[in-house]
């Protein structure tokens, strides 16, 4: 039996017991009047030591736009990467599908974008992660319209010296301390993947269809919850844990699996 805990902290340390019993293994076959909500890091392709190499296939592009006509563009990316760098990343596929970026902070539906003024305070916090890269070679700086992080993938051992960093400065430029896999990020508070979903489910083009949500991180939670709320679902990618998703997809080649029995 599914049980769904939203009052938790979602880091929160669970059983396998727990995992295994919340979670259905396999989504149903996406409906023909979903809107599809898709994080990109970890959902649609693996997650690497170097996140600034990641790049979309030519499969994978083409399977996107496939799903997008095939939902009367009612796909887009939900991805804490900014605009630009998932035009890099999907080429020239990110011209056509909607794109939310830096988790809810800019948009681009339609060809018309949608983005605040950047925050002072995001220089601030870049001069020290600067610093702090400098120091430690393994240590990747990423720098983005609306956030700035510190990728420790393969240094594992400095997270702890990392985020004690990012809380520091979090606590004095009064940004939010976005934490996730082998990285932090310190970005404008006030935007989340939830919030995502509901600002691209209130375009016109979307009303009355059924909102699915697929992600992997702590930080696809908010989605997972706005999904649920308005009458959709989420999906989980990776191992099964305590979650606001539905259901389950064990990793990005299941996604692309799950994306293609759509267009079978
Ligand atoms: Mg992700």
């Known amino acids: 039996m599914r049980a ?16 295994t019993a919340t979670l259905p293994v396999l989504p149903p076959r996406l409906g023909g009047d979903s809107s599809l909500f ?8 693996d ?37 630009a760098q998932l035009d890099e990343i999907l080429g020239a596929a990110a ?23 950047r925050p002072a305070a995001l220089d601030a916090a870049r001069e020290e992660f600067v610093k702090f890269a400098a120091a430690h070679d393994a240590v990747l700086l990423e720098d983005k319209s609306f956030g700035v992080a510190l990728h420790y993938r393969v240094f594992p051992q400095i997270e702890s010296e990392a985020q004690a960093l990012a809380n520091q400065l979090s606590r004095e430029l009064g940004l939010f301390l976005q934490e996730g896999k082998m990285m932090v990020e ?16 209130g375009k016109p083009d979307l009303g009355g269809s059924t909102p699915v949500f697929v992600g992997d991180d702590v930080t696809d939670e908010h989605g997972f ?18 979650s606001a998703a539905h259901y389950n997809l064990s990793n990005p080649d299941a996604v692309r699996n799950w994306l293609e029995e759509l267009l079978s």
């Open 225 to 242: 919850e706005a999904a649920a709320a308005m009458g959709g679902y989420g999906i989980l990618v990776g191992t099964p844990r305590y």
């Open 47 to 83: 997650l690497i030591d170097r996140p600034d190499e990641v790049r979309a296939d030519a499969e994978l592009r083409a399977t996107l736009l496939a799903v997008h006509r095939r939902l009367e563009g009612r796909l887009a990316i939900v991805s804490g990467r900014s605009l």
């Open 186 to 201: 310190l970005r404008p508070g006030g935007h989340d993947k939830g919030g995502a979903i509901r600002h691209l489910m």
């Open 38 to 45: 898709l994080d990109l890091d970890g959902t649609l392709v």
């Open 4 to 19: 769904c805990y939203p009052n938790i902290m979602w880091r929160k340390a669970i059983t396998a017991a727990e995992t």
């Open 95 to 117: 011209q056509e599908l909607g794109l939310s970026g830096s988790h809810g902070t800019e948009y681009r539906w339609q060809g018309v974008e949608e983005s605040p003024a």
